[in-house]
């Protein structure tokens, strides 16, 4: 028998959040609460009204995560059964897709599911479980994945630092089959990449640019161009730009490993015979010797790590971002183009295109906004919950005049 669920009252003024379906309840918003951390709660205003049911940590500074607005749900088996049908079922054109075979299938508070993001790499689901909530369910998730999805292997990649929030600690490792040898391969638009998702960065690829490597195809933007792929990890953008008939491509990242699976990528996809550098260095660095050096390129891609993790990391953040885009315009050639990425959520894509123009000024460049680029349709965002947009990027092009 399911436990009883606690309670939580909130302080009075506190419950539009909620009554507009924001999925988070702060620790300032409560004044009473009753329960098992990481157990069901159901919030109340400060009359005694219901307002919404999830689960809390006290622990935590998001007190109170919401699973659902209808009083009668009862948080069980069969719930979280048909909440993972519902998003997997909103992803049916990515599953059916002849081209795709990875794809996001739950993507945390934007799925109704705050906490649990699930990946799938074709026979391969890796799952991250991000909060206490989900962590006291993880066995059921499991289960219910191999009902689900029928997969060869299942891993998990909670190896992120959120979960020092949530009072837990990391873990990764294989929870259900096993993982092929040497390494899954997954397709995406006539291209195959290897995906690492015990060691990879985030659960072994970055599912969240394919919208743009899909551009970069279809209008080979890198056709007869000199690549830049800064930040490149496992090569994705650069296997893109080789594939529409780039001159060269150079690939930069801090991890080895990365750079071997880049080049692993090539010769999986028959691009051996294009000029391509692997070089492990810090991209900060290595840009500001290609500018001493006066080398140059046609097209630059800057896809880099969250740079801001809190509020308080927003200025060396926005430090970071203009210090990357002003060496990258420093290197483009005129009529160049710039592909940049921000994947830090408090950067919000207005500030980031003013970073962006700043750097751009700075370098004495005028440069043409040739197009917006963000999450594809497996990341969605709640319009309630605008959090759930993280990643930006521009298209510019250095202007001739």
């Known amino acids: 028998m399911a436990a009883r669920p606690g309670r939580v009252t909130l ?36 009359k005694g009204q219901y307002l919404a049911t999830g689960y809390f940590n ?81 066995s059921t998730l499991v289960e219910l994945m191999v009902e689900l999805l029928d997969p060869a292997a299942i891993v998990e990649r909670s190896d992120v630092d959120v979960r020092r929030k949530e009072g837990l600690s990391e873990t990764a490792g294989i929870v259900y089959g096993h993982l092929p040898e040497p390494m899954p391969e997954i397709e995406e638009y006539g291209l195959r990449y290897p995906v690492d998702p015990l060691k990879g960065h985030k659960t072994g690829f970055y599912l969240d640019q394919r919208d743009a490597r899909q551009l970069l195809l279809e209008s080979r933007l890198a056709a007869g161009r000199d690549v830049l792929n800064a930040f490149g990890y496992s090569g994705a953008f650069s296997v893109c730009a080789a594939a529409t008939g780039s001159k060269s491509v150079v690939t930069i990242d801090t991890s080895q490993p990365a750079l071997d699976h880049a080049a692993t ?41 969250k740079f801001a993790h809190s509020a308080r990391d927003l200025e060396r953040a926005a430090r970071g971002y203009k210090d990357i885009n002003l060496l990258a315009f420093q290197l483009l050639n005129p009529g160049g183009i710039l592909m940049t990425f921000s994947c830090s959520g408090l950067v919000d894509a207005d500030f980031f295109q003013k970073i962006v123009f700043g750097a751009s000024v700075d370098a004495g460049k005028q440069a ?33 005049f």
């Not at 009075?12 to 157990?39: C, M, N, Y």
């Open 265 to 305: 990528a090539m010769k999986l996809n028959h691009l051996d015979h294009v000029p391509a550098e692997y070089v492990c260095a810090d991209v900060f660095q290595e840009l500001r010797t290609y500018r001493d050096q006066q080398r140059s390129f046609d097209l630059i891609i800057l896809d880099p790590p």
């Open 58 to 138: 006290p622990r935590s500074q998001i007190t109170v995560r919401i699973l659902t607005w209808d009083e009668h749900d009862e948080i069980n088996h069969d719930w979280w059964r048909s909440r993972l049908k519902v998003a997997m079922a909103a992803r049916a054109d990515r599953v059916s897709h002849d081209q795709l075979t990875a794809y996001r299938l739950v993507y945390a508070e934007s799925d109704g599911l705050p906490g649990l993001v699930i990946d799938r790499y074709g026979g391969v689901v890796v799952f991250q479980s991000l909060t206490l909530g989900i962590e006291q369910v993880k």
């Open 11 to 46: 302080k009075t003024g506190r419950e539009k959040p909620l009554r507009q379906f924001h999925p988070w309840v702060f620790s300032g918003a409560i004044d009473q609460l009753e329960g098992d951390p990481g157990g069901i709660v159901k919030v109340e205003n400060h």
């Open 368 to 400: 043409q906004i040739m197009g917006w680029l963000g999450q594809p349709s497996d990341h969605p965002i709640l319009l309630s919950f605008p959090e759930g947009r993280y990643l930006k990027g521009l298209i510019c092009r250095v202007a001739g």
